[in-house]
């Protein structure tokens, strides 16, 4: 008889130990459902601590202050991130007052992925979804959520942006796009015409080998663009790049640097910006028109150097000060036309100038384009009014 009750007490502590484990692993509501893995597995990364305990209530409604904690926790953002994106998220989207929408979720995530602050979507864009149009502010996040194939079959067809985004949904959605793998790393080398790159995350590990699909998406930090006949251009040896990957499949490209054309735009910002800081009105005016008698050659020196020293490239110095544009056509050539027409919103004229080769156009568009940002630069303005 021994034998008998040792083997029932076995039996038992095993039975109280599997009831145990099942209670602490898992929440008491979500037996079945069909977000039943994905739920289960969050849960497990330690997710939704502080979110939900015995019930998750896999219809109910996620509520904005949850969709914040439960994006902070999988994505490890500071308090100081979190505040910064829930602010984003309020600019761009009318907050609904009973819980987060589904458009409102996709841009959040869309976000965190990669896109960061981009909302307009590159040409080559169009809606996936018959209840989805391009003005609405959320429809990049929802077209990558879409094309990085996150979101779950009932939403094929149609998305339902402004629909209270469920739960169940929400950890859905979440549980897949942590599944990607990111790949970091410096492009060690293109091949098959842009088709393949090499990239390797340190000197001494070997390069994996991605594929290049028409639907890839490349993000800088001025830039969205749409994958083009001209894949080496995007990517080149040398380069810092951070990859989704599904399947050695490169699905969003980050990018650390910019292309030629944002780097100029980029440098006459900033040189705007200074011009505006050290000239008068008067020497502005002498600057745009030329009129260098006016100017004095001394301040054109001055003008220089504070340049230099606040960061401006000395190319892009000497290009404001002597009004030098020939001096960026070779370097421009070779990318402005692939890359004007995706960057740029500008006027028709420009980009038929880039197409057409009519590299004159351009570049005294470049000039009219820093004339219009000096004269209409916040400090000219307080000048003007005082």
Do not use: C
């Not at 490890?76 to 907050?95: D, G, K």
């Not at 998305?159 to 859905?172: Q, V």
């Not at 001209?230 to 790049?241: A, D, I, T, Y």
């Not at 000060?321 to 056509?329: G, M, T, V």
């Amino acid at each position: 008889m021994r034998p008998t009750k040792l083997t029932a007490g076995v039996v038992v502590l095993v039975l109280l130990t599997f009831l145990s484990a099942t209670g602490l692993a898992a929440f008491a509501d979500i037996d079945g459902i069909w977000a039943e893995s994905a739920i289960l597995t969050l849960e497990e990364q330690g997710l939704f601590e502080g979110l939900w305990d015995s019930e998750f209530a896999p219809s109910k409604s996620l509520s904005h202050a949850e969709a914040q904690q439960l994006l902070a926790a999988a994505f490890q953002l500071t308090e100081e991130e979190s505040t910064e994106l829930a602010a984003w998220l309020n600019q761009l989207l009318v907050a609904h007052p009973e819980g987060i929408t589904r458009g409102e979720f996709a841009s959040l995530l869309g976000s965190l992925l990669g896109l960061g602050e981009h909302t307009e979507a590159p040409k080559g864009f169009y809606p996936s979804f018959s209840d989805l149009n391009m003005d609405y502010p959320g429809f990049l996040g929802i077209e990558l959520l879409q094309r990085l194939a996150l979101l779950p079959t009932h939403m094929v067809g149609r998305f339902e942006p402004y629909r209270l985004i469920t739960r169940a949904e929400a950890a859905y959605i979440l549980d897949q796009a942590l599944r990607l793998d990111e790949i970091s790393g410096v492009v060690e080398e293109v091949q098959n015409d842009g088709r393949q790159v090499v990239v390797k995350a340190s000197e001494e590990g070997e390069g994996t080998v991605l594929t290049i699909l028409g639907e890839t998406l490349y993000v800088s930090p001025g830039s969205l663009t749409k994958d083009t006949l001209n894949k080496e251009e995007k990517l080149r040896p040398g380069q810092k790049v951070e990859i989704l990957v599904r399947d050695n499949q490169a699905l969003l490209v980050k990018l650390e640097e910019a292309g030629t054309v944002q780097a100029l735009i980029q440098g006459l910002n900033k040189a705007t910006q200074v011009l505006a800081d050290i000239l008068t009105p008067a020497q502005i005016n002498a600057l745009i028109t030329g009129n260098w008698e006016e100017l004095g050659e001394e301040v054109r020196y001055q003008v220089y150097e504070e340049l230099v020293d606040r960061g401006v490239a000395p190319w892009e110095a000497e290009a404001a000060i002597n009004q030098d544009w020939s001096s960026l056509q070779l370097m421009l050539q070779e990318r402005l036309t692939a890359e004007t027409a995706e960057y740029l919103d500008v006027a028709p004229e420009l980009i038929n100038a880039a197409l057409n080769r009519n590299w004159t156009q351009v570049l005294e568009y470049a000039q009219v384009e820093l004339a219009q940002r000096l004269l209409t630069s916040e400090w000219l303005q307080n000048v003007m009014d005082n």
